[in-house]
């Protein structure tokens, strides 16, 4: 996943805000998926904005840092494998 | 990494067991909610459904939906049929008895709806003294119906120490249905309390089934086994017991317990007459205990601690354990009790009725595709 990229939830996907984040819920595979609040920015983005812009957001406000940037990334990207995102 | 984050609780269950009714028209010498009879106050369609369009507000994802036989409820289809419509998807849970071409045809057309047909052996001499005589025709039956219409219908299979020799066989029928199977632990609770002893397996059979689980990894067990795991790698699945974090029961007529497994008032958190479910789920004190609660005692010096996290907590409550104990058929300790395999034991399920059960008239009048 780059940092171009914009994505957004798959419809089939419902999201649950809970004390870590949110919950995420496949109704297509009955799938669960923890999403901890510093991905769920990127995960509600709904392609609104890159992914670099998000990041850009969350580092300036002190949420993220640019260490824990490949990490989301790769989760991301894990989570677009597993038809939760879908990249636009 | 989220076992914190589950313990201590999600803003709504993940595990939700709806018991739908207590009447059965059988009579399994191990259920779990000692069914049989209707209770004469079970919530009626309309407090059924409140409750419904309360959980779709906390935006519960699914219900696993049981009894009692849930398919002698004149308005089951009713009710499933709204759950699905409001977002909340359902796995129910039936002896298969009253399933036929219809309900098949219904379920394989209905979207988000599964359906977990218990059967307790590879054979009818393994299965009717445990469900009664002609449960494993009848469940059979129900299978090739469900296959036909090309459904891929789960079976659940609660291992005991009579069945375990036949679990292959059981696997190669389900899925050479179409099927998928799901073994669940024999539990102390309800009715299963009288035979725990006898027909629980032996410590052999359950290193055996950890070794068979891991080489079939197609096989579903939600959260019975994860004692097993200390035995080695993690089996797939939950790891820690739920119940009150993420797990809950509701029962007939609304009570709330800490999972399906405990129905004690010690457990018991309340009642959806009384009031909303979310004020139960969210602030009862017993699930605040829960959440605030770790096994302690001899277990938080066990290696396996972080695979095991001490066990069942039904298993131990039933058995007069205390909970911050091991589990009584903790892998690391010495065995209790007889091993004998073949216990002379009087197990007296009931046949099926041979009254027409009120659902083979609900499959008729029920909402039909
Ligand atoms: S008490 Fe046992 S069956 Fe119930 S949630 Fe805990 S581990 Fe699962
Ligand atoms: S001692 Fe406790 S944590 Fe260790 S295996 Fe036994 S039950 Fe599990």
Known sequence: ?88 | MYYDALRQGLAAPICLTWELTYACNLLCVHCLSSSGKRAPDELDTTEAKRLLDEWAAMKVFYINVGGGEPMTRPDFFELMEYSIEQGIGVKFSTNGTLLDRRAARWIASTDYLDVQISVDGASPGVNDPIRGEGSFSRARTAMELLAAEGFPFKVNHVVTRRSFQGLDELHAMVTGMGGQLRVTRLRPSGRGKAVWEALKLTQAQNRELYDWLRAHPDVLTGDSFFHLSALGQPLDGLNMCGAGRIVCCVDPRGDVYACPFVLAPEFKAGNVRDSSFGEVWQGSPLFERLRGWEVGGQCRSCGAYDRCHGGCMAVKHFTGVDLDDPDPECVRKPEAGSTATLLPLALKPRAISPRAPAASRTVGSGPQP
């Open chain 1, 1 to 88: 996943m780059k940092l171009s990229d914009r994505v957004r939830l798959d419809d089939a996907v419902a999201l649950r805000p809970e004390r870590f984040g949110a919950l995420a819920y496949s109704y297509r595979d009955r799938q669960l998926f923890f999403v901890d609040h510093a991905l769920l920015p990127f995960v509600e983005s709904a392609g609104g904005h890159t992914l670099g812009e998000i990041a850009g957001d969350l580092e300036a406000a002190g949420k993220v840092t640019k260490e824990a940037l490949p990490r989301l990334l790769t989760v991301l990207e894990g989570l677009r494998r597993r038809g939760v995102l879908h990249v636009l």
